[in-house]
C-alpha cells in the first residue's frame, strides 16, 4: 500500500509540474500586430480604430479588415484621456491572472517539495536501516510485505521436506486461527528453526506466510542489538505491536542468537543492553495468548549457544531443524534455481548434485546464479552448459580467481610442488577422498588449491579418515621440504589446521590411545569458571598424545612423498605448466612416472 501511495504522489508531482510547464510556455496567437503607442495615439487621431479593449496597460483592438493590433501603454492614468476625447468606444477589462488553483498550488510548490523529498529519504533510509535513524529512533525496524505480496510457496522450497511437513500445521493455523482455537488446539506461539547458514531459513519462514497469505514481518537479531540502550526493548514492543494489529501475521526474527545468546555466556561481562532487549522479547512472548493468530519465527545457526529461558513451553517450543540438503535435496534445489534460467540440454542435475556435497541451498542458488552470469557475460545468448557450471562451482567454493596478482616464478615453483604435494598424498592414501582438482591459480587468500570431494555424504568420520586428512594436511610442507630442502610460511594454514584437527581427535572425539575414550572438551573452561577443568598432568598427556599424533601422520606422509619422488616432481611441471590440472591428469601422470 505503501508504494502505490508513493507512487501516487509522485505521478501527481510530475502532473502538476506539466501543467505549470504548459502555461509558462504557452504561446500567445502569434497573428497579432505590435504597434508602438505614437502610432496607435496617430491612428486614434484618424478615427481608424473604433474600438478598442484594454485589459492594465495592454491595448488590442480589430480594424475593418479582421486583423488585430495590439499595443502597450504607458501606467498613467492621463493615457485615457485622449482616447475618450477622439470618441473611441473602450472597453476595459480585469488583467487576466492565472487560475486560482495553478496560484495556490504555484505557492505551495516549494513546500510539497520539501515534504516529498523529507518523505522519500526518511522511508528509504528506514528500510535499509541507514541514513533516515534519526526519524526511526526506536520504531521497529521490521519491514512488512503484505501476505498477498510474499509471493514465496512451499514449492520454492526444495529438499527440507521433513521441516516443510513439521510446519504446515502452522500454516493452517494461520489460515484460519478461530477453527483451531474453538477446537481448543494449543498452537505454538514461537517456533525456532536452526541449521546451517544458507539452508533456507528465511525462504521456509516467508513461504509460510506466503501459503497462509498472510503480512510477513522481518528483523534481524543484530538490528535490535544497537548502541544506545533502551533501543532494542523498545524495538521488541514496536514490533509485537505492530504485528498483534496485523494478526494474523508471522513475525519473523533471523539470527536470534544475536539477542537471545546465554545470559552468562560469552565475551567478557553482560552486556546489558542485549539482555534488556531479550528481557522484554521473552515478557512479550508471555504477553500474548497462541491465538490470537501470531506466530514468531526464529532462525538460528547457533541454537546451542541460545538461553535456556527462550525454549521453554510457551515459547519457542516448537523446534524445527534444518539440515544441510542430501544428494536428493540438492538436485531439487538445482531444479528449483534451473527453472529461471535457460540450460543447455547437456546438463544433468544429478550428476551435479553428487559433486556438490557440502553444499548449501544458498551457495547452489549461488552456483547457478553464477552460471547464468557467466552466460551472460559472454553475451553470445547461450545457454548454461555442464563446463560453464563446473566453472561456477569452481568460483563458489574457491572464491573467484585473482589471475592479475603478480607471482614470482619462485614462488609459483614452491606453490606448484606444494599443492602436488597436498594432491599426491590425497591420492596416495587409500580411503582418502578422491583428488578432483589441483590448481596454483591464486584464489582468495590461498596462492593454491587442492580440491578433494568425497564420493558421498558423510555424516561421520572414521579415525583412519581423519589421520589421512592430518597427511593431506602435511603433504605440501613436506613436499617442499623434500625439493627444496626449506620450507616457507605458504603452509602456516595447513599447520593451523592439523594441530586443530589432532586435537580434537585426542580431546574431543577419543581418538589416542595413550588418553583413551575421555573427551576434554572443556579443556578451556566457560568464562567465570574457576580454575582450569583438567589437571597439569592430563594437560601434558594430551600435548604429548596430539604430538605424537601429528608425528605419525608426518611420518607416512614423508615416506608416500620421498618414495614417489619422481611423480612429485612430474605433478610439479604439470601444475606449472597448465596451472590447473584435473583427476584425468593426474592418473596420467602418476602411470608414467611410476
Ligand atoms: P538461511 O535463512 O537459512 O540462512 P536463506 O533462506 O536466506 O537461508 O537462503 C538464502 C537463499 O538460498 C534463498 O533465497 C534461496 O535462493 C536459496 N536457498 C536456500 N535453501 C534453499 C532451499 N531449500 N530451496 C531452494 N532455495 C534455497
Ligand atoms: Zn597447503
Redesign the pocket.
Given at each position: 500500500m505503501k508504494y502505490f501511495y508513493k507512487n501516487l504522489s509522485i505521478w501527481l508531482i510530475i502532473g502538476l509540474i506539466g501543467i505549470v510547464l504548459i502555461n509558462v510556455f504557452k504561446k500567445p496567437p502569434d497573428d497579432i500586430i505590435h504597434v508602438n503607442y505614437t502610432d496607435f495615439l496617430k491612428r486614434i487621431d484618424q478615427g481608424v480604430i473604433p474600438d478598442i479593449k484594454m485589459e492594465g496597460n495592454v491595448i488590442t483592438w480589430t480594424n475593418s479588415n479582421g486583423e488585430s493590433f495590439k499595443t502597450v501603454s504607458p501606467d498613467n492614468p492621463t493615457t485615457v484621456a485622449p482616447l475618450l476625447k477622439s470618441g473611441v468606444n473602450i472597453e476595459v477589462r480585469e488583467p487576466k491572472k492565472p487560475h486560482w488553483f495553478l496560484q495556490t498550488f504555484l505557492s505551495w510548490v516549494p513546500f510539497l517539495l520539501i515534504i516529498f523529498l523529507w518523505f522519500f529519504f526518511t522511508q528509504q533510509g528506514g528500510e535499509k536501516g541507514g541514513g533516515g535513524k534519526a526519524m526511526a529512533f526506536g520504531k521497529s525496524r521490521a519491514r512488512l510485505i503484505d501476505g498477498q505480496e510474499s509471493k514465496i510457496k512451499f514449492k520454492?522450497?526444495?529438499?527440507?521436506d521433513e521441516a516443510k511437513d513439521e510446519l504446515v500445521e502452522i500454516v493452517d493455523f494461520l489460515k484460519d486461527p478461530s477453527r483451531f482455537s474453538e477446537a481448543g488446539a494449543r498452537i505454538p506461539k514461537g517456533v525456532l528453526?536452526y541449521?546451517?547458514?544458507?539452508?533456507?531459513?528465511?525462504?521456509?519462514a516467508?513461504a509460510i506466510a506466503g501459503e497462509a497469505g498472510v503480512p510477513f514481518f522481518s528483523i534481524s537479531g543484530s538490528n535490535f542489538v544497537e548502541m544506545y540502550v533502551g533501543i532494542g526493548a523498545s524495538r521488541v514492543r514496536d514490533l509485537f505491536k505492530e504485528g498483534k494489529k496485523k494478526a494474523p501475521c508471522i513475525i519473523f526474527i533471523?539470527e536470534i542468537d544475536a539477542v537471545g545468546r546465554h545470559r552468562s555466556a560469552g565475551g567478557g561481562g553482560g552486556n546489558d543492553e542485549r539482555e534488556q532487549t531479550l528481557n522484554q522479547l521473552l515478557v512479550e512472548m508471555d504477553g500474548f495468548e497462541g491465538n490470537e493468530g501470531v506466530i514468531i519465527i526464529a532462525?538460528t545457526?547457533r541454537q546451542d549457544i541460545l538461553d535456556p529461558a527462550l525454549l521453554r513451553p510457551g515459547r519457542f517450543d516448537r523446534q524445527v531443524m534444518?539440515p544441510l540438503?542430501d544428494v536428493g535435496?540438492r538436485e531439487?534445489?538445482l531444479k528449483?534455481?534451473a527453472q529461471k534460467i535457460q540450460v543447455h540440454s547437456d546438463v544433468n542435475w544429478k550428476i551435479i548434485a553428487k559433486g556438490t556435497p557440502g553444499f548449501?541451498?544458498?551457495e547452489?542458488?549461488?552456483m547457478v546464479n553464477e552460471a547464468a552470469l557467466m552466460v551472460a557475460r559472454k553475451g553470445d545468448g547461450g545457454k548454461v552448459t555442464m563446463d560453464i557450471i563446473e566453472k561456477a562451482k569452481d568460483k563458489v567454493m574457491m572464491g573467484a580467481e585473482r589471475r592479475s596478482l603478480i607471482i614470482t616464478d619462485k614462488e609459483k615453483k614452491i606453490t606448484a610442488c606444494h599443492e602436488a604435494g597436498h594432491a599426491l598424498t590425497a591420492w596416495m592414501l587409500p580411503g582418502a577422498d578422491p583428488v578432483h582438482k589441483v590448481t596454483i591459480i591464486p584464489r582468495g587468500k590461498a596462492l593454491g588449491l587442492t580440491m578433494q570431494l568425497p564420493e558421498e555424504d558423510k555424516l561421520s568420520h572414521s579415525k583412519s579418515y581423519l589421520f589421512n586428512n592430518l597427511c593431506i594436511l602435511l603433504g605440501g610442507r613436506i613436499a617442499e621440504e623434500l625439493a627444496f630442502g626449506d620450507v616457507t610460511t605458504g603452509a602456516g594454514n595447513d599447520i593451523d589446521r592439523v594441530s586443530d584437527l589432532a586435537r580434537k581427535m585426542v580431546c574431543e572425539w577419543g581418538m589416542s590411545e595413550e588418553i583413551g575414550t575421555i573427551t576434554f572438551k572443556s579443556a578451556s573452561p566457560a568464562p567465570g569458571y574457576p580454575g582450569p577443568l583438567i589437571s597439569e598432568a592430563t594437560a601434558k598427556e594430551i600435548d604429548g598424545a596430539v604430538k605424537s599424533l601429528i608425528n605419525s601422520a608426518y611420518e607416512t606422509t614423508k615416506k608416500i612423498l620421498s618414495g614417489n619422488r619422481k611423480i612429485l616432481d612430474a605433478m610439479t611441471q604439470a601444475l606449472l605448466d597448465h596451472e590447473t590440472i584435473i583427476t584425468e591428469d593426474i592418473k596420467k601422470i602418476v602411470k608414467e612416472n611410476s
Open positions: 520454492d522450497v526444495a529438499g527440507v528453526l541449521g546451517e547458514p544458507g539452508t533456507g531459513k528465511t525462504l521456509l516467508k533471523d532462525a545457526n534444518v540438503p535435496g531439487q534445489i528449483v534455481h548449501s541451498g544458498a547452489l542458488a549461488n
